[in-house]
């Protein structure tokens, strides 16, 4: 199968004395094939390889204009290429590594597993 799903990095800002939160984690999946493709999410979760989360409730947004993907409707058209974003309620980061903080997603395609991951980054910001 000529199907590739990668983690596109994430940049999340937040101020001095807020919590940093982690909301979502954007992907990009590729069809390379003559026929459309259905797609499964089997698992979404947060890791920094020590402390791990899974995320039970989440939504799909097509990039760029954020228009929502029914979980059950997921679907990439043949010889097609778009980016998602994967949002979820705040997990707070107390407890992660922010140096090493990713949202990871497991996709089932024709019966094949892609797995790819989110890097997050934290961009500390001191009102003037």
Known sequence: MKLTLKGIPINKVFYSGQEPKITNGC??????????????????????????VLINEFHLYKLPDYLEIDQKDLLVEKMDEFEFDLSFPFV??????????????????????????????FDLRVPK
């Open 27 to 52: 992907f990009q999946i590729t069809n390379k094939e003559e026929q459309p493709i259905p797609l499964t999410i089997l698992d979404v979760h947060i890791s920094d390889g020590e402390k791990d």
């Open 92 to 121: 707070s980061v107390i407890g992660f590594d922010r140096e090493k903080v990713k949202v990871w997603v497991t996709i089932e395609a024709e019966n094949e597993i892609l797995k790819a991951d989110s890097k997050v980054s």
